[in-house]
């Protein structure tokens, strides 16, 4: 039994694949409230935007800035906003990070593809 992803939209399939997705507790600084998030997608399906905005924007307490980079991801079919990449993924490198304190936003990490919920639409193929 497998969750087919489609566009809320225009109903396109959007070939998502479940074994890429992060489990619902996984913590990332930019927040997974109301989102999916997803390691890896095939990106033949989607358009993809780049935004750069020098205002000040707040994801949580601790997550904060004043330029704000991500790429949106569009569905190809039909354009609707499905949700951003953000660079918040998995440390591309094994490191405890300066001090010792952990990995911080200077070492490189992997993307990661979050969806909005509300631009989704779930089924199940049985």
């Known amino acids: 039994m497998a969750t087919i992803y489609s566009c809320k939209e225009c109903g396109t399939n959007l070939n998502l694949n479940t074994i890429n997705l992060y489990p619902p507790d996984t913590y990332f600084e930019a927040g997974n409230k109301n989102s999916i998030s997803f390691a890896s997608i095939n990106q033949e399906n989607f358009k993809f935007e780049e935004e750069n905005k020098i205002r000040p924007f707040f994801e949580t307490l601790n997550y904060w800035g004043i330029e704000r980079r991500r790429t949106k991801i569009k569905c190809k079919n ?4 499905l949700g951003y990449i953000y660079d918040d993924g998995p ?7 300066q001090f010792h304190f952990g990995p911080s936003q200077v070492i490189p990490r992997f993307p990661r593809f979050r969806f909005k919920s509300k631009a989704l639409l779930l089924t199940s193929d049985s």
Do not use: R, S
């Open 91 to 97: 440390p591309m490198i094994n490191t405890t990070g």
């Open 78 to 81: 039909c354009g609707k906003l």
